[in-house]
T-cell receptor, first 114, second 118 residues
Framework: GNSVTQMEGPVTLSEEAFLTINCTYT??????LFWYVQYPGEGLQLLLK?????DKGSNKGFEATYRKETTSFHLEKGSVQVSDSAVYFC?????????????FGTGTQLKVEL | GAVVSQHPSWVICKSGTSVKIECRSL??????MFWYRQFPKQSLMLMAT?????????EQGVEKDKFLINHASLTLSTLTVTSAHPEDSSFYIC??????????????FGPGTRLLVL
């Protein structure tokens, strides 16, 4: 079956540090890949996505590249801010199109300190 | 745009009672809505897929008689936890897909409903 594996948190960084949150997946075919962010007390928000190999999703300074050869979709940001403190979820959708079911990773909590 | 609301945001109930949670797409129509459950410090687990005008599709291990889902309109799905017990205490989250966008796969999530069963 499909699965998503994320690095365990919490990840604690100083402001302006470089961020990497690893995500690897197992799926048949060519899934779409997503990063969702959950700020304290709020629902999940789509951060970025990529629908095919070598696509790069980007938003708010965050980037992730769909690497089919390594089945990975690592999240990166060059300079984090305190406001980036949240839980980040990697997810996949097994088929493109049609609003298919999402399989989530366990989430990685990011804490950014001054 | 693409706002999904949930009501109530939190609820406390006695064991044995039933609780209804509403999920609404405020500015779009959603043929498909999803219901998830999230335990503390864990990921979201899909409970069921709700399709407007038809029966919900439940994931393996989810009791459909306990978690009743109704998707009566293109903007509203409800989850009723029947005869709730303390082990049903959790954070319930819905999401919706905008039917106006062809092949749309992005799900828009509600803020969640925290249920505590005493």
């Amino acid at each position: 079956g499909n699965s998503v594996t994320q690095m365990e948190g919490p990840v604690t960084l100083s402001e302006e540090a470089f961020l990497t949150i690893n995500c690897t997946y197992t799926a048949t075919g060519y899934p779409s890949l997503f990063w969702y962010v959950q700020y304290p007390g709020e629902g999940l928000q789509l951060l970025l996505k990529a629908t095919k190999a070598d696509d790069k999703g980007s938003n708010k300074g965050f980037e992730a590249t769909y690497r089919k050869e390594t089945t990975s979709f690592h999240l990166e940001k060059g300079s984090v801010q305190v406001s980036d403190s949240a839980v980040y979820f990697c997810a996949l959708s097994p088929l493109t199109g049609g609003g298919n079911k999402l399989t989530f990773g366990t989430g990685t909590q990011l804490k950014v300190e001054l | 745009g693409a706002v999904v609301s949930q009501h109530p945001s939190w609820v406390i109930c006695k064991s044995g009672t039933s609780v209804k949670i509403e999920c609404r797409s405020l500015d779009f129509q959603a043929t498909t809505m999803f219901w998830y459950r999230q335990f503390p410090k864990q990921s979201l687990m899909l409970m069921a897929t709700s399709n407007e005008g038809s029966k919900a599709t439940y994931e393996q291990g989810v009791e459909k008689d306990k978690f009743l889902i109704n998707h009566a309109s293109l903007t509203l799905s409800t989850l009723t936890v029947t005869s709730a017990h303390p082990e049903d205490s959790s954070f319930y989250i819905c999401s919706a897909v905008d039917r106006a966008i062809p092949n749309q796969e992005t799900q828009y999530f509600g803020p969640g409903t925290r249920l505590l069963v005493l």
